[in-house]
């Protein structure tokens, strides 16, 4: 005769199953994620900026993975939710994807200021921060609460292209009476040639050709051309990668030895020098930051990815930190609660260290505290810092021409 074991009672069972609950709940909080959505162009004309950008951006996650992740959510990981946004004119139905289906608590991007100025339209109304690494004065002009910009405002970046310069011409005593401005006509390239206008005015000099010119270009030709006839001494292009490479190129094979100080962007990414080989030597440009100034976390990101750590690298990095450190602060992945966070955060360790502020906080606006733009030069396959002179890491080549 077989003997069944006796049933459990309703009692036990409960027991079981709520000490089975207990049991399980601190593994399952744990393994809990924490999304930050990231926007950024991946393909098109832009893609050069956006996968460095990213890689900056995954650097910053990993490390802060590997510590341990969010500490107050019981070790909670970050994921990436990301988004390839080539076009502004698809800013706005993706980030509201991110926010309605994904569920992020934060939004990373873009460099891009056209894009961001879409998705934070976006962001603002829905209550989820955004923290960004574009230039466009209006991004952080507008009043609104949720959008945090990591960088200088592109005004303050294009009126530090031209003092720099101008500073830098005066040690190698050079007179300079005339300029010229080529920018691309985007928010970007405005507001950075706004800045160059006004450091021109303050200083006396005359902008003797201010040509915008729509981004995308496909023969520098008639932009150079003016710039011979203008007779400026020095010539400061705002652009991204593909104008700028057809700009200088342009500018060389025509021997025009005017000193050329970039405006970031496409002047001081790896595939400048790649696409140029010996035009780019001693290019200057603007930059908000270089990786001379930060060797140990230039060096990670060199060993996982092959090249130097660009400035939207480093910049994007440290933005990364400061949301993900703003996450850990509210503890919470309540994106009010976030936002409320990264509004009075410091956050002064990490790759934020590689920039020149030393730290990631912000105004009531928004906009960087601290941000300092700094001027870098081409020297063989490396950029060098050259200004201000108490974060130089070398001596600016003041109008030497190697290609000559």
């Known amino acids: 005769m077989k003997i069944s074991p006796p049933k459990p009672s309703r009692a036990g069972l409960l027991a079981a199953a709520l000490a089975a609950a207990f049991a399980i709940a601190p593994a399952a909080h744990a393994q809990k994620t924490v999304k930050l959505g990231v926007i950024m162009p991946l393909s098109g004309p832009n893609a050069a900026f956006g996968n460095t950008s990213l890689n900056g951006i995954k650097l910053a996650v ?30 706005a139905a993706t980030t509201q994807r991110l926010i309605s289906q994904e569920r992020v608590s934060g939004v990373i991007g873009s460099f891009v200021s056209s894009v961001t100025i879409a998705a934070s339209e976006v962001t603002e109304r829905a209550g989820v921060p955004l923290i960004t690494f574009a230039f466009a004065d209006e991004i952080t002009g507008r009043g609104y609460k949720n959008i945090f910009q990591v960088s200088p405002k592109g005004s303050v970046v294009g009126r530090a292209q031209f003092d720099y310069a101008l500073a830098l011409s005066k040690q190698a005593g050079d007179s300079v009476k005339k300029i010229a ?15 160059l206008r006004d450091g021109a005015k303050a200083a006396g000099v005359e902008v003797v050709l201010d040509e915008a010119y729509p981004l995308g270009i496909t023969d520098a030709t008639p932009l150079v051309n ?27 094979q025509q021997n025009i030895t005017a000193p050329m100080i970039g405006g970031a962007a496409g002047y001081i990414i790896p595939d400048f020098k790649k696409g140029l080989g010996e035009y780019a030597e001693n290019v200057l440009s603007i930059a908000t930051a270089n990786y001379d100034m930060a060797p140990a ?5 060199k060993a996982k990815y092959g090249a130097y750590m660009p400035h939207d690298a480093l910049i994007f990095g440290a933005a990364t930190e400061a949301m993900m450190h703003a996450v850990d602060q509210a503890k919470s992945d309540d994106p009010a609660k976030v936002r409320d966070a990264l ?31 700094v001027m870098v030069q081409w020297r063989g ?3 060098v810092t050259v200004y201000p002179a108490n974060i130089a890491k070398g001596k600016v080549a003041w109008g030497a021409d190697k290609t000559k």
């Open 297 to 301: 976390i230039g060096a990670r990101y």
């Open 226 to 252: 003016k710039v011979r006839g203008s007779g400026a001494q020095m010539v400061f292009p705002v652009s991204y990668l593909n104008d700028s490479l057809l700009i200088i190129r342009t500018m060389r």
């Open 381 to 383: 396959n490396e950029l």
């Open 62 to 91: 990993e490390e802060f993975n590997a510590k341990g992740g969010v500490k107050s959510l019981g070790g909670a990981k970050i994921e990436l939710v990301i988004a390839d946004i080539p076009q502004p004119n698809a800013a």
């Open 181 to 195: 401005i080529l920018y691309e006509d985007t928010a970007y390239g405005t507001a950075q040639a706004r800045g």
């Open 343 to 373: 509004a009075k955060i410091k956050y002064c360790d990490g790759i934020a260290k590689g920039i020149p502020a030393g730290c990631v906080q912000f105004d009531p606006t928004g906009a960087a505290l601290g941000a300092l733009p």
